[in-house]
């Protein structure tokens, strides 16, 4: 019993105790603690935890008090890195290519069955007639972009003489009577059999740009682009008898697109400013000249910035083409209402369908578009300019020049900024003639980002086996049943 009451005793007193040391503050605490050695970490740990101590919390903004606020400029600047090093990633140039690509057909599909309704109910055909030869030919261009994308760069530089040689033999039988074609007044297509035509001029642009790259890579290795003589033949002749082929059907928009393809080839090249100058003063003059000597195409420079059709309606088409972009406003009629497409704008799927596009999707749709052709050249010149192939160079070039070039000339004459040359806006336009070209000129660009020694490192840590074989958990194998 003594030894039960005096325990009793000890937890009594050592109850008592808790309250009185509990009342101690913290200063006391500390003046009650001898002068001597450091405590150890964990014993100044818990003392600071025994006396009540704790660190000080920040506010609840997640910024301690005193700090600097975070500027906004930091933010940009820190937004601006971020996009910086997205677009210096190996595969950025491969997927704007083919995403851009991609939606600009898809939606270009849209607008040609949105447009041509109307077109087709007039000539007594079904409402998705044009849309179905226009699906029909991106099948078709889509698996020539996939067979472009996947053949190697050699194979590309063999195709060059033997399509050049075939461009020119089909652009010659468009000029024999009886087997070319009249389509708009213009000479120059061939007929294929039942509601399918074949215009020749539009592979003479990829033509132009394959003969020609492989043309002038050969002679840089040689290094012989140091002398003017061999930078311009036969390149120039070359281009020029394809001009005058052309030129003899009375396609002047076609022919501006092939101007602009030879002075980007020799620009790429490095041709001299005076030499440059030359020759771009000889196709001006010329084409001046046919301008002059033609009435219609007098007609159609009249017409740029008109505001009224005009006498006679000269100005008709480029009018309405305003009419139907201003109203649009900001966000559309909506898609398929258009109020020109009902007989009042000539062409509406083919040279006018950006302007259909503004008065059915509105501002919005029409800058989309834009941004999405500026996506693209973006990605053409990045690949022309990091790669040290000259035939990869000069081909990208030549081929970001070729889309550029044509949806200036387009979307100019829409706005009334250059006079209408009928060219078809690329990949967005109905025709399965400049669809099939372009098409696999975009594949010819897809090659070329995937040659990238840095992208095909990128590629091969993208496919499935290696991506499963390095990404995927080591999980051990439970017994049956087991959770």
């Known amino acids: 019993m003594p030894a039960e009451e005096s325990s009793a005793r000890s937890r009594g007193r050592s109850r008592a105790t808790v309250p009185a040391r509990r009342a101690l ?201 140091t002398q003017w003589k061999h930078m311009l033949v036969p390149l120039v002749p070359v281009a020029f008898m394809l001009l005058g082929l052309i030129m003899l059907g009375g396609d002047m928009g076609t022919a501006m697109i092939l101007t602009a393809i030879l002075f980007g080839l020799l620009w790429l090249a490095g041709a001299p400013t005076r030499l440059f100058v030359g020759v771009l003063a000889v196709a001006g003059a010329i084409i001046l000249l046919l301008i002059k000597t033609s009435p219609n195409r007098m007609a159609r420079l009249d017409c740029m910035g008109a505001s009224e059709p005009g006498p006679g309606g000269s100005c008709w088409q480029a009018v309405h083409g305003i009419y139907a972009l201003a109203s649009g406003g900001w966000f559309g009629s909506g898609l398929g209402a258009s109020v020109e497409k009902w007989g009042q704008l000539p062409e509406p799927h083919t040279d006018f369908i950006f302007a259909i596009t503004g008065e059915e999707l509105g501002l919005a749709g029409t800058l989309s578009v834009l941004a999405l052709f500026a996506a693209l050249g973006y990605a053409g010149i990045r690949v022309a300019g990091r790669t040290e192939d000259p035939f990869v160079r000069y081909a990208a070039g030549g081929v970001t020049t070729w889309i550029t070039a044509q949806a200036v000339i387009n979307i100019g004459a829409v706005l009334g900024l250059l006079p209408i040359a009928g060219v078809p806006l690329p990949l967005f336009s109905y025709g399965g003639s400049a669809l099939l070209p372009t098409m696999f000129a975009v594949g010819l660009m897809i090659a070329f980002a995937r040659e990238d020694p840095a992208a095909k490192a990128a590629l091969a840590m993208r496919r499935p086996g290696v991506r499963w074989k390095t990404m995927r958990r080591r999980v051990k194998k439970r017994p049956s049943g087991e959770r």
Not at 28 to 43: D, F
Not at 113 to 122: E, F, G, N, P, V
Not at 153 to 173: D, E, G, N, Q, S
């Open 25 to 225: 503050t913290p200063g006391l605490l500390a003046l009650s603690v001898p002068a001597g050695p450091p405590l150890p970490a964990g014993l100044a740990l818990r003392g600071r935890l025994a006396t009540g101590s704790t660190r000080p919390t920040p506010p609840r903004g997640g910024r301690a008090a005193g700090s600097p606020r975070p500027s906004r400029a930091s933010g940009v600047r820190r937004l601006y890195e971020q996009a910086r090093r997205a677009w210096d990633r190996p595969l950025t140039a491969y997927y704007l290519i083919l995403g851009s690509s991609l939606l600009i057909t898809v939606l270009g599909l849209v607008m040609v069955y949105s447009a041509s309704m109307i077109k087709a109910l007039d000539i007594d055909k079904p409402a998705a007639y044009f849309f179905r030869k226009q699906f029909l030919a991106a099948a078709i261009g889509a698996g020539l972009m996939l067979i472009a994308a996947k053949m190697p760069v050699k194979l590309h530089r063999a195709l060059a003489y033997p399509l050049l040689m075939i461009t020119v033999f089909l652009m010659v039988l468009v000029q024999v009577p009886g087997i070319g074609m009249s389509v708009g007044g213009n000479q120059n297509w061939l007929y294929l059999g039942g509601p399918f035509q074949l215009q020749p001029s539009e592979f003479g642009k990829l033509a132009l740009i394959l003969w020609g790259a492989d043309l002038l890579a050969r002679k840089q290795d040689k290094r012989l682009l």
